[in-house]
């Protein structure tokens, strides 16, 4: 672990000199990266029967469906859940995958977490409704955090952990990565976020390093990248999506992802522009990041509330 983190420096101060000569415009940008107004907004998930879904992630986990849309004839159905409002928490974007198709979740998607204050109730409450416990509530050796891991209908893996209360309770996302180095290098630099912590569990044989926009990971959300000991290569499959984060400027914002880019690896797969303020780019792994401007975010919610107050005044007449 102190290994990896000399690593670490090391590799940072190899990448500060390989940018070279615009190093101060370089630095401005990362400053600003840091103090953006940035968090994590939603996770994107294919699922095989989104009503089965839904069914297990409200009654079993608690959740709560926010949105849901369903359009027939287009083959289009759809979900927002969590456990409160989409404006302020983390939430869940479910889709339905369409006929024909056959979900494949892949091995690079880890699992999302949950905090709860009693995780061996949530697990009863699990396996009474039938789900299925791939790992009972317990400890780590030496470790005081309790956990368990559960399986939603189609397979997809969920940690249950014992947290004190938080704003945040869809606590983090988990993404098996084969460079842990890089792409620690890649959230930070690119995103900004920050390391938390990182340790090694030789026993289970992987490396964990969990990133946040702040530091108390238990309370807010964060991603945990996790490297499994010897494993070089993933398949993405076709259930985890991608991950949405907020920014104050997207153009400012894809500047420092494509400089990084240019470094560590990845590619852009949508830049921004005046019409649509989001910007798309996989990292070094392949895993989908969207950015999107909080402005349109508080544009799209105004458009919402009217359509509401609308659909109100005409029921009303
Ligand atoms: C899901 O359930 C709703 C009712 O809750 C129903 O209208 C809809 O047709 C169902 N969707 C599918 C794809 O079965
Ligand atoms: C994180 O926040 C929780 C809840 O407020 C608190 O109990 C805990 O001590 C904090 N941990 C750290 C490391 O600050
Ligand atoms: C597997 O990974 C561990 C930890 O990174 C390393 O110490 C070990 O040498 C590796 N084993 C093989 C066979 O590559
Ligand atoms: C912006 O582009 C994304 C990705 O192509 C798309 O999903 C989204 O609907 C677009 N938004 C607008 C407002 O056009």
Redesign the pocket.
Known sequence: MACNLKHLTYSLLLFISLIGSSIADDEDLLEWVQQDNRRFLNAVLRVSNLNRTIEFYTQSLGMTVLRKREIPEKDSFGAVLGYGPEESQFVLRLKQIHEGESLDIGTAYGHFGIATEDAYGLVDIIRAGGGVITREPGTLPGLSQIFAFVEDPDGYSIEILERPPTPFPINHINLHVVDLDRAIQFYQQALGLQLILIFDNPLEQYTMAIMGFDTNFTQITTVELQYNYNVTEYTSGNGYIQVAISTDDVFTSADEVELVIQELGGSII?APDE??K?F?FLDPEGFKTVLVENQVLVENRLKKQRGKLQGISIASE
């Open positions: 949508r019409n649509n989001t798309s």
